[in-house]
């Protein structure tokens, strides 16, 4: 799964290549369909039925759960909606795999998917194959007047199941590090593997520039409008900050000055009692991190990972330095200056995630997709090690609050000039 760590500013090509014949176009969304689902059920085989239950925290949902989920999703939006004739599975799962949609009815308190033995996983499989057949059926069959909706809300479902394909690695992860025995989910899984070069600081082009999407191909509805966006005289470092370097920022006293932290951080330190990066050990030999392939030593020259905004504010203060804007990072990594912007860690910026000028969430259940969420959280730009093939884009807007820190979270950082 380990892949390429730089990509161009172009990620993110159409979907619809111009003057297909409507059964070329269905060819392409059942391809496309076939590669996403198999590619949810190649991440969960590696677990048990039992890693497949358990939620190690109210934020991560069971693997079972985003198996359910993501089919929940095609079921909801797609086959109730426009296939005339389908049968819904179980009318009991609505309930269970909705995750946060008012508009689509009442749900499962979010902190007890955990809790749910039954449906058990043959169930869940059973599920997954009752909706791929109703929607393979339904591509094959949709009418030309309705092919352009219906392959809409079957591309925005891919998107959203690779959206899940990330975050049921990252749960499990957060699940095997409170298990004492250190479980390897992937033996041959590596760290994330750094561009080499040398290090410093690139210039953003200073000015005005388009911010966001502007092609042609898919992007959620937050990415949305392209607008202008002024960036300052400012630098951004070519390379994500690395291990070594976060092993210095302990050394010299990061998590035990409160002077370098935003107050809600030092509080998170004192609750949380962060002394190092999610998932770090002190043992005789130096820094340990609990990974995908069990317990390894921290490689010094691995960027940095499992890190919340707070700690990656801490840092750039530590530093003299500063987090990038939103806007910064995208005039960069458009601009091709930086490396490592995709493929490695999500970069958290300084940016809040809040909606681009114009920005309307779109009418429905699925307008709940992003724009209630503009609040309190903050952006994280590129993609990381557990990113889905082909679901980087350079418009691309992450977000989580500033204390999340089991997804693949770093940093580089800025400086102005
Ligand atoms: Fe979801």
Redesign the pocket.
């Known amino acids: 799964m380990v892949r390429s760590a730089t990509s161009p500013a172009t990620r993110g090509e159409p979907a619809h290549k111009p003057k297909r014949s409507l059964d070329e176009v269905r060819v392409h969304w059942l391809e496309a369909f076939r590669r996403v689902r198999s590619e949810t059920e190649r991440r969960a085989s590696r677990l048990s039925p039992e890693d497949q239950i358990v939620q190690s925290m109210a934020d991560a949902s069971p693997a079972k759960w985003h198996r359910a ?2 089919t929940w ?1 095609f079921e909801q939006f797609l086959l109730v909606p426009y296939c005339s004739g389908y049968r819904i599975f179980d009318e009991r799962f609505p309930f269970l795999f909705n ?1 946060y949609y008012v508009a689509a009815g009442p749900r499962h308190a979010r902190p007890q998917r955990g809790l749910i033995t039954r449906p058990n996983g043959e169930d869940v499989a059973a599920y997954r194959a009752h909706v791929d057949a109703a929607v393979e059926r339904l591509i094959a069959q949709v009418p030309a007047k309705d092919a352009e909706r219906i392959f809409a809300i079957i591309e925005i479902g891919l998107h ?1 199941e690779q ?2 394909q990330e975050l049921l690695i990252t749960d499990i992860l957060h699940a095997f590090a409170q298990n004492p025995t250190d479980p390897v989910y992937d033996s041959e899984w590596q760290g994330p593997r750094a561009t080499q070069g040398p290090r410093g600081y690139v210039e953003v082009p200073h000015g005005i520039h388009a911010i966001g999407h502007d092609s042609d191909g898919f992007c959620f509805d937050n990415e949305t409008p392209s607008h202008d966006a002024l960036v300052p005289h400012v630098k951004v470092a070519r390379h994500l900050v690395t291990n070594a370097e976060w092993i210095e920022f302990i050394a010299g006293g990061g998590y035990t000055t409160a002077s370098l932290w935003l107050s809600d951080g030092w509080a998170a330190v004192q609750t949380e009692g962060w002394q190092a990066p999610g998932y770090w050990r002190q043992k005789d030999d130096g820094w340990n991190a609990m990974t995908l392939a069990g317990l390894k030593p921290v490689d010094p020259g691995s960027p940095v990972q499992h890190v919340s905004y707070y700690e990656a504010d801490a840092f750039a203060r530590f530093a003299g330095k500063h987090l990038p804007s939103e806007a910064e990072w995208e005039v960069a990594a458009r601009a091709n200056v930086i490396v490592d912007a995709f493929g490695i860690a999500w970069q958290w910026t300084r940016s809040a995630y809040v909606p681009y000028p114009g920005y309307r969430a779109a009418e429905g259940a699925l307008g709940e997709y992003n724009g209630k969420f503009m609040i309190n959280q903050m952006v994280l730009r590129g993609s990381s090690l557990a990113t889905p093939e082909g679901h980087e884009r350079v418009s691309y807007r992450n977000f989580f609050y500033p204390s999340a820190r089991w997804q693949f979270t770093g940093l580089r950082l800025a400086e102005f000039v």
């Open positions: 989920h993501v999703f995750s959203h959206q899940h």
